[in-house]
T-cell receptor, first 115, second 113 residues
Framework: NAGVTQTPKFRVLKTGQSMTLLCAQDMNHEYMYWYRQDPGMGLRLIHYSVGEGTTAKGEVPDGYNVSRLKKQNFLLGLESAAPSQTSVYFC??????????????FGPGTRLTVL | GESVGLHLPTLSVQEGDNSIINCAYSNSASDYFIWYKQESGKGPQFIIDIRSNMDKRQGQRVTVLLNKTVKHLSLQIAATQPGDSAVYFCAENGGGGADGLTFGKGTHLIIQP
């Protein structure tokens, strides 16, 4: 049981390039999330999904797109990377319903640098 | 606006002592709070959670206290060990939808030998 995994672990892009971050979970969780973490700050929600085929915007969605074609995978795309998107990206998943709790399980993160 | 924040960015404690990490929140309607531990280079790891209908919840070596009157919660770690060195975040159900979490900025806990 690997939990939540993310690929790649590190990536360097040039401004304007595109890339896709992959998140996979093997816990059969319904909900999945993408967050970003900037230095000295807490995580901020980019997009989320409440089930296969559904996605929605979070707090900071601009410049990102997502897809959830399979229940276990949640992809985060950057169509035209900008230096402001330099950050560490975390994926999380959660079972739902969960008796009023919101225990999210996080992956190890992807460190992205945009030059 | 709604926010979750921490009083101190860094906390240094002696090994074996108890640690107390504080967190203030501004949304009086918040009904669920979580503490996460983040070690260097890793993702946040769930420690303990508490609902707003409780004042206290205990886990293994950790206790969370919630004071709704002053909108404050704390994480107490008993007999702090070197492995407790990490950044600790409090989080709450955010307003962004589908229970995305709103995180505070974090407290860096440093264990002195």
């Amino acid at each position: 049981n690997a939990g939540v995994t993310q690929t790649p672990k590190f990536r360097v892009l040039k401004t304007g390039q595109s890339m896709t971050l992959l998140c996979a979970q093997d816990m059969n969780h319904e909900y999945m999330y993408w967050y970003r973490q900037d230095p000295g700050m807490g995580l901020r929600l980019i997009h989320y999904s409440v089930g296969e085929g559904t996605t929605a915007k979070g707090e900071v969605p601009d410049g990102y797109n997502v897809s959830r074609l399979k229940k276990q995978n949640f992809l985060l795309g950057l169509e035209s990377a900008a230096p402001s998107q330099t950050s560490v990206y975390f994926c999380a998943s959660r079972r739902y319903p969960d008796r009023g709790r919101n225990t999210q399980y996080f992956g190890p993160g992807t460190r992205l640098t945009v030059l | 606006g709604e926010s979750v924040g921490l009083h101190l960015p860094t906390l240094s404690v002696q090994e074996g002592d108890n640690s107390i990490i504080n967190c203030a929140y501004s949304n009086s309607a918040s009904d669920y709070f979580i503490w996460y531990k983040q070690e260097s280079g890793k993702g946040p790891q769930f420690i303990i959670d508490i609902r707003s209908n409780m004042d206290k919840r205990q886990g293994q070596r950790v206790t969370v206290l919630l004071n709704k009157t002053v909108k404050h919660l704390s994480l107490q770690i008993a007999a702090t060990q070197p492995g407790d060195s990490a950044v600790y975040f409090c989080a709450e159900n955010g307003g962004g939808g589908a229970d995305g979490l709103t995180f505070g900025k974090g407290t860096h806990l440093i264990i002195q030998p």
